[in-house]
């Protein structure tokens, strides 16, 4: 057999002295092997791409009480940058379970956690929705310990491919699993004007929901396809322009940041997931079991302070947080996807 030569693989070209595109951050994209590079990245404040920086570590760390021996549940795998920090708690003894219904980035996270030690021993990790934790806690028994962190991940945000921020061109997707469910595109052919106005105000508290919503309206009476991040960008662009020019480019940025936000839960089902999730809570956790809510925004956070205090009234819960709980301002510094975090608990009667 005659020996072939081994094809070097050269690295990424891109123009200039940095790269500026998703693919061309090959150092950003490969930790494990840049490991100087991250940490100049992370120094500057920023997130490197394909990465997620967890958040509030330690408050939960503080709160959630970890012992060996204890089962405990991640409902919103990730990155695994919480699930490793539980994990590191429970030294080798007892068991966690994590979901995630990204079966892409899940995979990446799982292979992660093996090569440092942590295999199906001790930890389980299930393509499911966090709605469906009644499920794994009838084949896994009941948890001493239970996190949700309810943000998008870092890795999904800064992939154009995924369609999640009108900062970078690609398609208009927005889900959390691709495989299942329709486009944000395909969802906006399907509703109404006022259907689409209503869900702006819900679900991001859009002051400019009509305008946004006439304006997309009027481009799919024409026949004109919105179908990417930017064409979306450049309709609520459209939309603004009777504000002030001095005052209009903030005013875009945050209606794109809050059109978005409201598209993803539409088509993640995101409010129902978490009403359900909440119902079923209390019933997955041991007597004085634990559990940590990080959220994202107000919509997020009124249904569990809600079903927090609810549930404590009835006595259900035996404590639970009477103010939501911030990252510190050092934290915010150097992540600036913290800054709108709060985190709640409860403690199970």
């Known amino acids: 057999m005659e020996n072939q030569e081994k094809q070097h693989k050269r690295r990424v070209r891109y123009k200039g002295t940095h790269p500026r595109n998703y693919k061309e951050r090959y150092k950003e994209l490969q930790p494990e092997k840049y490991p100087e590079t991250i940490e100049k990245v992370i120094r500057k404040g920023s997130t490197p791409v394909g990465m997620h920086i967890s958040i509030c570590v330690k408050e939960i760390l503080d709160f959630l009480q970890i012992q060996p021996g204890q089962r405990g549940l991640d409902a919103t795998l990730g990155y695994g940058g919480h699930t490793l920090e539980m994990l590191k708690c429970l030294k080798g003894e007892g068991h966690l379970y994590a979901l995630d219904v990204d079966t892409v980035e899940s995979a990446k996270t799982k292979e992660r956690l093996q090569k440092l030690g942590y295999g199906e021993e001790i930890l389980t990790i299930k393509n499911i929705n966090f709605r469906d934790i009644d499920k794994v806690c009838e084949e896994a028994g009941k948890f001493d310990f239970v996190l949700a962190d309810l943000g998008v991940s870092s890795m999904q945000i800064d992939n154009p491919e995924r369609g999640f921020t009108y900062k970078k061109e690609g398609p208009l997707d927005l889900r959390l699993n691709q495989k299942k469910g329709v486009s944000a595109a395909e969802r906006l052919k399907e509703v109404t004007m006022e259907e689409l106005e209503g869900m702006f105000v819900e679900n991001a508290d859009e002051p400019y929901a009509h305008e946004i919503a006439e304006k997309i309206f009027a481009k799919l009476r024409r026949g004109e ?125």
């Open 225 to 349: 396809a919105i179908d990417t991040t930017t064409k979306l960008q450049q309709i609520i662009e459209e939309a603004l322009k009777f504000i002030p020019e001095k005052e209009r480019k903030e005013a875009v940025k945050k209606s794109c940041q809050r059109t978005f936000q409201a598209l993803r839960i539409d088509v993640n089902s995101e409010f129902e997931v978490l009403y359900e999730f909440m119902e079923k809570l209390p019933n997955v956790l041991k007597e004085g079991g634990r559990v940590a809510i990080l959220t994202f925004h107000s919509g997020e956070d009124r249904i569990v302070k809600r079903a927090f205090k609810e549930l404590k009234r009835a006595g259900v819960y035996s404590d639970i947080a009477n103010d939501v709980i911030r990252p510190s301002a050092e934290e915010c510094n150097y992540n600036s996807r913290a800054k709108s975090t709060k985190m709640r608990w409860a403690i199970k009667a």
